[in-house]
């Protein structure tokens, strides 16, 4: 009877470690069956099987493009990035091949405009000091490729936040806002579902066949307790000034009488055509 309990015992704390290390899959990650994909980080290893022990049966460059055929329940995590596994299909010469890839990998969003494809993806998790805290945190990077086929023109990089705020992202490309040489803008976006988790907006501007990142944007808020709010006007926007760009800055917070206090500021960026300085 001891064993017959023993066993019970062991098969409970097996089940309550296996709840409690559950990975699940960041919605940035989250990508269709049967759509077509592109490959973000250069030499992405192809798997016989969806798992890092699976043996290694190709290596894909960046820019590929693969069809999504099944997305496995399989999780890797790989700093603060969850992604699933995905078994692919895709293009070698004459020969149409299959494999599986980890989903980290693949572009969270991709465009082509004249000629150029634009790439967004999430590269890596790195260690940060904050100093305020005086500790060491996970911050994500993310960053924006410029291709001609197979060759890469220009990279630009930049923080995304951490694992809770890679539950949407967006990537789009914008007219030039009357910026001086600027062919066009990109905007790269990721963001939490839940209240108090930030989000972040990436404008890079496009000239010359270069990126050129601006200071990130970052919003967050609690509904009806608080906010912290960041946007660009630039100079096609209402309020906007020739050859400049304008960060507007507004946060809210509600106090113990229940009334909103918001207090506004606003840096001006000046642009000469190839880069911005501080007004």
Same mark, same amino acid.
């Given at each position: ?24 899959? %960041? ?17 992405? #290893? ?34 603060? #990035? ?45 260690? #940060? ?128 009488? %229940? ?21």
């Amino acid at each position: 009877m001891k064993t017959l309990w023993t066993a019970l015992f062991l098969l409970m704390l097996q089940l309550f470690t296996a709840q409690e290390t559950e990975v699940y899959a %960041d919605g940035v990650f989250g990508f269709e069956e049967n759509k077509t994909q592109k490959i973000f980080t250069d030499w992405t #290893r192809v798997r016989q099987d969806p798992g890092v022990n699976a043996q290694i049966v190709d290596s894909l460059q960046i820019n590929q493009q693969v069809t999504i055929l099944k997305k496995e329940n399989t999780v890797l995590k790989l700093g603060e #990035r969850n992604a699933n596994w995905y078994k692919i299909s895709y293009q070698k010469g004459e020969s149409t091949l299959e494999g599986y890839i980890w989903g980290g990998n693949l572009c969270v969003g991709y465009r082509n405009k004249n000629g150029h494809d634009f790439l967004f993806g999430l590269s890596k998790t790195i260690d #940060r000091k904050n100093k305020e805290f005086n500790e060491t945190q996970k911050q994500n990077i993310a960053g924006i490729k410029v291709m001609e086929g197979s060759t890469l023109i220009d990279e630009v990089y930049f923080d995304t936040g951490r694992g809770e705020e890679l539950s949407f992202a967006s990537f789009n490309i914008e007219s030039g806002h009357k910026l001086q040489n600027v062919e066009f803008t990109l905007k790269a976006m990721v963001s939490g579902e839940a209240c108090g988790i930030a989000s972040y907006d990436q404008y890079v501007l496009f000239k010359d066949k270069k990126l050129v990142a601006l200071p990130q944007l970052t919003n967050v808020g609690d509904a009806g307790a608080y906010y912290h709010s960041e946007e660009y006007v630039f100079p096609n926007d209402k309020g906007g000034i020739p050859n400049a760009f304008i960060l507007k800055v507004e946060d809210m917070e509600v106090d113990e009488k %229940d009334r909103e206090k918001k207090k506004s500021s606003s840096k001006t960026y000046l642009w000469n055509g190839s880069s911005y300085q501080l007004k």
